[in-house]
């Protein structure tokens, strides 16, 4: 099993920033996670892909984030990253963490995110 902790999400307005963090833990099988993204889902809308990072390192954004969104990692700590700047209101969200392992994905509880004046 691995458990998936989000933080970080909450009320901004647009043009600013946040970043949010996804703490991995579990029974030694962290180590079998291949990648770990960064997924939303607004109301009426599908859950979509906003970021990933593969345990290489390798990245892919969504190119509706692109310049905007970095997702990095801490290894020692077994977290990941999403920093997200200049946000709009079509960023307003769900955000979830998922971590992708042979078998299966793992999901997190979700970060609300509003961005809105």
């Known amino acids: 099993q691995v458990q998936l902790v989000e933080s970080g999400g909450g009320l901004v307005h647009p043009g600013g920033s946040l970043r949010l963090s996804c703490a991995a833990s579990g029974n030694g099988n962290i180590f079998g996670i291949n990648a770990v993204g960064w997924y939303r889902q607004a109301p009426g809308k599908q859950r979509e892909l906003v970021a990933i990072?593969?345990?290489?390192?390798?990245?892919n954004y969504a190119d509706s984030v692109k310049g905007r969104v970095t997702i990095s990692r801490d290894n020692a700590n077994n977290t990941v990253f999403l920093q997200m700047n200049s946000l709009k209101p079509e960023d307003t969200a769900v955000y979830y963490c998922?971590?992708?392992?042979?078998?299966?994905?793992?999901w997190g509880q979700g970060t609300q995110v509003t961005v809105s004046s």
């Open positions: 990072i593969t345990s290489g390192g390798t990245t």
């Open positions: 998922g971590a992708l392992t042979n078998r299966r994905t793992y």
